[in-house]
């Protein structure tokens, strides 16, 4: 499969803390790409690292990508309560295909 | 109205019925996509369009059967379905589809499907 993989399936943490969430795939990729997932909704985007990128940011969020190592880290700084959500990490592979991974449940307590 | 809408948001249907989920989206894209997702299983891609194509089928049952009229609007017919199938059926939407090109995609919030 070339899916994606989530470390940890899940995550529990208070508020103020910080989140890491991480990802590993199999093969090369054109971008890999995070979503959040709140309960029974759709997902909604959150950034895009491309392969020749190694960080990107985008308010609290940080992502870095080791295309070495076939994996990506999701950093949530000074989480909130509103951040529990499920997240998704998808690669893009030489094909119009998103593939997803399984997602890390992450819930901050107030 | 903006982005990705999709109609119902729940639907319980008997294995005998014939039912359909409809997907628009307001963003002027020109690909848009079904998706399954089941409990504790990865998001799985059901089809893709692009400008009204069919451009990937990926082995899905005959029971679902997709109809793209024009960009904007995508539909997924069911008939005869199987309590399996029971999920959480999202459409998605991206500026296009290209191998070389970086496009994220944009969902719509889901249609909870109740096969009994």
Redesign the interface.
Known sequence: SQ?GEEDPQALSIQEGENATMNCSYKTSI??L?W?RQNS??????LI?I?SNEREKHSGRLRVTLDTSKKSSSLLITASRAADTASY?CAT?Y??????????TRLQVFP | ETG?T?TPRHLVMGMTNKKSLKCEQHLGHN?MYWYKQSA????E?MF?Y?LEER??NNSVPSRFSPECPNSSHLFLHLHTLQPEDSA?Y?C?SSQD????A?Y???????T?LTVT
């Open positions: 899916q054109n971008n790409q979503y029974g909704r759709g997902l909604v985007h895009l491309r998704f893009h030489n094909t119009d295909k998103l593939i997803f991974g399984t997602g | 990705v999709q690909a504790k299983k990865p998001l891609l893709v692009s451009v990937e959480l999202l998605a589809t290209s191998t070389e970086n994220e995609q944009y969902f719509g919030p889901g909870r």
